[in-house]
């Protein structure tokens, strides 16, 4: 059992919840480099899933995990409070990020993706480069992470769909006047959902600048042995948990990722359903 | 009293098995096991050989001998304590060990009819045994030294459960929510109920073994971790555990799964009882499983049990197909489908990115290739196509490459296998032993047990030596 030692909502605006959690996994916490992830289950009848880590304290022994309620998993989630435990806890998991030197990284963060993002990017100010950070939401409720993120980047720039905070428009609005700018970019570290991250991806190819993306691919061992979490990338068939969840921007096929996302679509909904959250409001 | 030798090459008592029409509305047990009766008249069958051929063809040397003779004589419990001086498991193995290629195939009574029906004998013992009182194996002097064992699949077990009598303090890392590896995600409650499994990992633990879930060796620890953790040796039993697909056009399309996928999905994280259980499967009602080994089956008659109509597809006839032939008849009476000499050719979609159909190439049989196995040739023209809403691809799985990614010294073949010696396991790292699907590719639950005991016993000489 791994206990919740801290419950904070981020975001609560009647239609999107986003909350964190620091689950109590001293092994986790320990081993955890940027990039990885961790699988777990909250009960005897849970699903295993994937969720990155957002921040993890070798010395207290806590990961940080941050979630959207949406399905029945990160609904659930959200109703645990400090001191209840969930069942099982396993990680980190996949490979770890690697970046040769870099001078000059631009990192991007969609939504929840945030929240992989934010230990890469203190990874990255902390050992020496220059970092732009680009955070993007649909609104200004939506913006997570922001003073943290703020605090290990040079530069930092917010886009919102709607206007309501920092620039109108996509990250990649603001990605494409940093590269017109001519200011040299090494590196574009892209996080979010996928028709972002494909976005950003196709913008940076133009200008032949190495992008990377982390996948959130389903997934039920997270260790290789199922495969669910296959994508095809330069061609080939990789796992995201064994070989990811970082790739080539360049070479990913979103289209299939994106597909195989939405296999379980109508499956959720029954389990909602059954659970009586048939909407989007939470759970009776 | 003279005994009527003839009556033992007639046949063998059979077993009884579940009804076919109520086997493929649930998940219960096909075969239902002997009575006492059937295993006393069965017992008798033997020989008793001088030099029992049977235990030669047997991974792990089971006196077959002398536990049939204790069957014969009613003493289940001493016939019972007879296998498990030499294997760990025999209500598993009892199930699902291939005992026509091993110890049956040897039996001199199968020379003139059926063999004695050593797997079924095994089976009854260890069943009869679970269900009474019996001393169990409880190690009374501590060695004191701490050995880890990695997976707690059937090599992990076998070598914990020797080390466990051997007085050592073994700790077993698991990193599935559950021990049993591929006797819990993989071989379906069908064929192996569950709580067998549980009864077994329990008696390890009663013997004084720790189990410890969710760690994966390599991630959460590394091997170095171990050994500065107090750990005097490491036993590698991680597995086959990584799906091996066959590169078609179209296997990565939603519905496409990997055996390993479809069977962990319904036997580890009970998918058969979804929404109940919250992971999903997804099952249309045209079900098509390539390949025809013993995970094929398994995944087939799933398939067949979550209700749709299921075809087996084969590029090689019946008789190479490396599944138990029990396996293949069960498939069979349950209504599965079985299209041989058809070769995958590539998979076709919808316009939503669902599998809706695959092509198939027929073929024919040339010459024997190195195998011995007769070639299966591609007939020009022959193409079919075969409506499928779920796709389930088993056609083998290769070492799980988590620990030797992690650790650099360890020693591997060009397949990622790890390598260990034959004789001890001992692997190219001091201290750290292996065995298993991850030595020798995937194999059966029989073998990896021996590589497990054969390791154990590396280990034990390894430190009393230290």
Redesign the interface.
């Known amino acids: 059992m791994y206990k919740v030692l801290r419950k904070k909502v981020l975001t609560d605006t009647g239609v999107d919840r986003v909350i964190l959690l620091d689950i109590e996994a001293p092994l986790v916490a320990k081993k955890h480099k940027p990039g990885h992830f961790v699988m777990l289950r909250i009960d005897e009848k849970g699903e295993r899933v994937p969720l990155t880590i957002a921040d993890a304290n070798p010395e207290t022994g806590a990961v940080t995990i941050i979630a959207q309620e949406v399905g029945s998993t990160s609904k659930q989630l959200g109703r645990l409070e400090a001191g209840d435990h969930i069942l099982d806890f396993v990680g980190p998991l996949g490979q770890a990020a690697h970046y040769p030197e870099h001078k000059h990284v631009v990192c991007i963060g969609g939504g929840l993706g945030v929240a992989p993002l934010y230990p890469e990017v203190k990874h990255l100010y902390q050992t020496g480069s220059h970092v732009t950070s680009i955070v993007g939401a649909r609104n200004k409720d939506l913006i997570l992470l922001e003073s943290e993120m703020q605090e290990y980047s040079h530069e930092f720039y917010i886009a919102t769909d709607d206007g309501s905070y920092g620039t109108k428009g996509f990250v990649t609005t603001i990605l494409q006047e940093l590269i017109d700018s001519n200011t040299p970019v090494d590196l574009v570290i892209a996080i979010g959902p996928i028709p972002m991250m494909k976005a950003v991806a196709n913008l940076t190819r133009k200008y032949e600048i190495k992008t990377l993306v982390s996948l959130n691919s389903l997934m039920v061992d997270g260790t290789g042995m199922c495969g669910a979490c296959r994508v095809t990338v330069g061609g080939e068939t990789k796992f995201t948990c064994i070989d990811g969840p970082e790739f080539d921007g360049h070479l990913v096929d979103f289209d299939e990722q994106m597909r195989r996302l939405s296999m379980y679509k109508d499956k959720e909904k029954e389990v909602l359903i059954q659970e009586g959250c048939g909407g989007a409001n939470g759970c009776q | 009293m003279s005994v009527d030798k003839r009556a033992r090459f007639i046949g063998r008592e059979p077993m009884a098995l579940l009804e076919d029409e109520l086997r493929v509305r649930g998940f219960s047990e096909v075969a239902l096991g002997y009575t006492e009766e059937q295993a006393i008249s069965e017992a008798k069958r033997c020989l008793k050989c001088k030099n029992p051929k049977c235990q030669l063809g047997c991974p792990v040397n089971i006196d077959i001998k002398d536990f049939i003779a204790l069957t014969a004589e009613g003493k289940f419990i001493e016939a019972y304590k007879k296998i498990k001086e030499k294997n760990s498991l025999p209500a598993v193995c009892g199930r699902v060990c291939p005992q026509e290629e091993q110890c049956e195939v040897e039996c001199i009574v199968g020379l003139k009819g059926e063999p004695v029906a050593i797997g079924r004998l095994e089976r009854f013992v260890s069943d009869y045994a679970l269900t009474k009182e019996h001393k169990k194996i409880v190690c009374e002097v501590s060695a004191g030294k701490k050995v880890a064992v990695v997976g707690s699949g059937p090599a992990g077990l076998a070598c914990a459960g020797e080390l466990a009598k051997l007085c050592y303090d073994v700790t077993m890392y698991e ?3 559950e021990p049993g590896g591929v006797l819990m ?1 993989g071989i379906p409650e069908f064929r192996l109920p569950k709580g067998i499994v549980k009864e077994e990992v329990e008696f390890l633990k009663e013997a004084g073994v720790k189990i410890e ?4 060796i390599g ?3 590394t091997i170095d971790d171990l050994f500065e953790m107090g750990f005097e040796a490491v036993f590698l039993g991680t597995g086959a ?3 091996y ?1 066959l ?1 078609l056009e179209g ?2 399309l ?2 496409v ?2 055996a ?2 479809f069977l ?2 319904v036997n580890l ?2 998918a058969y009882r ?7 499967v ?1 099952v249309g009602n045209h079900v098509a499983v390539i390949g025809a080994g013993n995970v094929a089956m398994d995944a087939a008659r799933t398939a067949r049990r979550l209700g749709a109509t299921v075809h087996i597809i084969y590029r090689r006839s019946e008789e190479e197909m490396p599944a138990r032939k029990e396996e293949i008849e069960h498939a069979k009476e349950e209504g599965i489908g079985f299209l041989t000499l058809a070769n995958p050719m590539k998979v076709i979609g919808d316009e ?2 669902y599998v809706k159909e695959i092509v198939c190439q027929q073929m024919e049989l040339g010459e024997p290739d190195e195998s011995g196995r007769r070639r299966p040739q591609a007939i020009p023209g022959s193409e079919f196509t075969l409506p499928v809403d779920t796709l389930v691809v088993a056609v083998g799985q290769g070492p ?3 620990v030797t ?1 992690a650790t650099p010294d360890l020693a591997t073949n060009k397949w990622g296998n790890i390598i260990a010696d034959e004789q001890t396991g001992a692997t190219s790292i001091p201290g750290v032993y292996a065995g298993g699907d991850v030595v020798t590719g995937a194999a059966t639950v029989i073998k990896a047990m021996g590589a497990g005991k054969i390791a154990a016993a590396g280990i034990h000489n390894y430190l009393t030596n230290k």
């Open positions: 990193a599935f929510h995600y879930c969710n760690v994966i991630k959460t620890l555990g990584l799906p697909f590169g296997e990565n939603n519905g799964y990997s390993n996928e962990t999905r994280m009970r979804f929404p109940e259980y919250k992971t999903p997804y939503k990115g799980n490459p988590i990614q």
